[in-house]
T-cell receptor, first 115, second 115 residues
Framework: NAGVTQTPKFRVLKTGQSMTLLCAQDMNHEYMYWYRQDPGMGLRLIHYSVGEGTTAKGEVPDGYNVSRLKKQNFLLGLESAAPSQTSVYFCASTQMGARGNTEAFFGQGTRLTVV | LAKTTQPISMDSYEGQEVNITCSHN???????ITWYQQFPSQGPRFIIQGYKTKVTNEVASLFIPADRKSSTLSLPRVSLSDTAVYYCLVGDTNAGGTSYGKLTFGQGTILTVHP
């Protein structure tokens, strides 16, 4: 199994450009997440989804949009990129069981630079 | 959602046992406690999860006191390759044990193992 796959792995954008990051999981997980991680910092939750067709805001949702049209895919969009969005983006998925089972699986990350 | 508090950093030497304690005073009755490990330029990786008392696997042990307001990750005989950031998470459940789905990370503990 591939697990969680993120596309692309690297990207350089100019300020104002748009792009979409794709996250795909093959574990039939209900829950999916997008995080950003700045140098020396922990992971901050951008948006998440508890099932196909649902999305919810995390800690830092401004400037990002997401869609979960298919259960296996979670897309993160930047409509107008800003230098402050330069970061490493991680996608994760999990199958929440009873009592908040939070064993999540992460992708390899997307390193985004906005110039 | 229960907040967690961990030491920002810890230092150790090869062959020593390392104990990292996490405080989660507001943990909900049905929440599990989960620890992740993150190496530079990689996504976090699940280490261990527990609900109460002690859990042990091939990588680590997790000690949870009766009041569950804290937990301690124990890494036996660390090596240089255990240098990483360690995150403690608690579940996000309601009184009935149903997960809200939100999965948030704190700052984590930077563990540095010296020769």
């Amino acid at each position: 199994n591939a697990g969680v796959t993120q596309t692309p792995k690297f990207r350089v954008l100019k300020t104002g450009q748009s792009m979409t990051l794709l996250c795909a999981q093959d574990m039939n997980h209900e829950y999916m997440y997008w995080y950003r991680q700045d140098p020396g910092m922990g992971l901050r939750l951008i948006h998440y989804s508890v099932g196909e067709g649902t999305t919810a805001k995390g800690e830092v949702p401004d400037g990002y949009n997401v869609s979960r049209l298919k259960k296996q895919n979670f897309l993160l969009g930047l409509e107008s990129a800003a230098p402050s969005q330069t970061s490493v983006y991680f996608c994760a998925s999990t199958q929440m069981g009873a009592r908040g089972n939070t064993e999540a699986f992460f992708g390899q990350g997307t390193r985004l630079t906005v110039v | 959602l229960a907040k967690t508090t961990q030491p920002i950093s810890m230092d150790s030497y090869e062959g020593q046992e390392v104990n990292i304690t996490c405080s989660h005073n507001n943990i909900a009755t049905n929440d599990y406690i989960t620890w992740y490990q993150q190496f530079p330029s990689q996504g976090p990786r699940f280490i261990i999860q527990g609900y109460k008392t002690k859990v042990t696997n091939e990588v680590a042990s997790l000690f949870i006191p009766a009041d569950r307001k804290s937990s301690t990750l124990s890494l036996p005989r660390v090596s240089l390759s255990d240098t990483a950031v360690y995150y403690c998470l608690v579940g996000d459940t309601n009184a009935g044990g149903t997960s809200y789905g939100k999965l948030t990370f704190g700052q984590g503990t930077i563990l540095t193992v010296h020769p």
